[in-house]
DNA sequence: TGGTTTGATGTCACCTGGTGCCGTCAACGG
DNA sequence: CCGTTGACGGCACCAGGTGACATCAAACCA
């Protein structure tokens, strides 16, 4: 028989979610989470960087997957539509997982510094972007300018999703890059002032 | 004669520049930062929420300056075009104040936790803007959408401003806006994958 | 078989960010 | 002349986060 229980990461994480959905995130102390999940603050901090980051350790699977979906794009793809595989690609898995992200995204909303740590990884996920891009040939700023808009897209599209029902993920993706489109089309002239 | 020394926040502000800069934000306490301004910790976390927020608080401005130029904007105006005077305001601004802009760069640059505060003003200067446009009349998810590419628009011409030299924030800014313009107007299309 | 190493956890002490509460005292206003 | 206000100091306290050391099952090895 082992020493300890098993998943000791996965315990934590799943007693943190409950945690921050019962009390709030600022009710809850680490040592609230790592009792409820049988083990101690300490180990807590092995797992996890902070507090915020037991929330988000997904992340880095969505990031992989979208820098995957953006290099299987053929050669003959622009920038956006290579980039916009890759967000349909992260919004097939976030819709398999959609119970989960669901109540992830209320215990995100409902607190600032959770937000701060999201927009954190929104980032670093625009700098994978960024790299898949620049390994397709595509050269800055247009890679940067293009990742950036494509997790916009994303925010955009992800925060419909999360607060109405019956539209897949997918779809407000498509909508919202066909809107982009059309926004920045004949807007925008670079040759000065509008007024 | 007053009993304490006139402008306690700037003073505090001016302190921590230094010491971020000089020290690192990590190795700079609080206790540091209120000495130098002569004043204790307790009164600088009247002045500051965290020991973040004492290098945002310029932010504000921005905001507004951007919000005003948004409104002013002929009514024939794009709503990119309309963003994008916002944007020029907005970087008028920051190349008044150079010098400063630049060294507080270069330390939020050196750290993590600054960086995501960072995120979190600029994530606020998007909702400043998506406001801006609602009241022009744009309806989402387009307000949404410009709101978020002009913020991309401005963080990559921002930082290429930040780390070269001999070229103005505006030409920049006007730059990355062309580049979009031809980077969205013929790819992402919304009927599916590419490939 | 028996000893050793490894790795995940516990325990404890400590620092610092951040807050609540109360005290102090110049300036201001009637 | 007196009460109020506002900006600051001082103090105690909590919680996030870290370093150092102890523990002990399991895995590995002679």
Redesign the pocket.
């Known amino acids: ?4 229980e098993p998943n ?1 990461r996965g315990r934590l994480e799943q007693a943190a979610l409950e945690l921050y959905a019962e009390r709030g995130f600022d009710d ?4 609230d989470i790592a009792e409820r999940a ?6 807590f ?3 996890f ?3 915020r980051e037991v929330l988000f350790s997904g992340q880095t699977l969505l990031a992989e997957a979208y820098a995957a979906a953006v290099a299987a794009a053929p050669a003959s793809a622009t920038p956006m539509d290579a980039v916009a595989d890759g967000l349909r690609a992260v919004a097939a898995i976030v819709e398999d997982r959609g119970e989960l992200a669901r109540r992830r995204q209320a215990i995100v909303a409902a607190n600032r510094e959770l937000q701060e740590r999201e927009l954190l990884k929104r980032a670093a996920l625009a700098g994978v972007i960024v790299d898949a891009l620049r390994a397709r040939g595509v050269a800055d700023p247009v890679a940067s300018l293009t990742a950036e808009t494509a997790v916009a897209v994303f925010k955009i599209a992800y925060a419909q999703w999360s607060t109405t029902e019956n539209t897949a993920l997918t779809t407000l993706i498509d909508q919202a890059l066909g809107q982009l489109s059309a926004a920045t089309a004949n807007g925008a002239s670079a040759s000065g002032p509008a007024g």
């Open positions: 028989m082992s020493r300890w000791a809850t102390t680490v040592a049988g083990l101690t603050k300490r180990t901090f092995r797992h960087t902070d507090k």
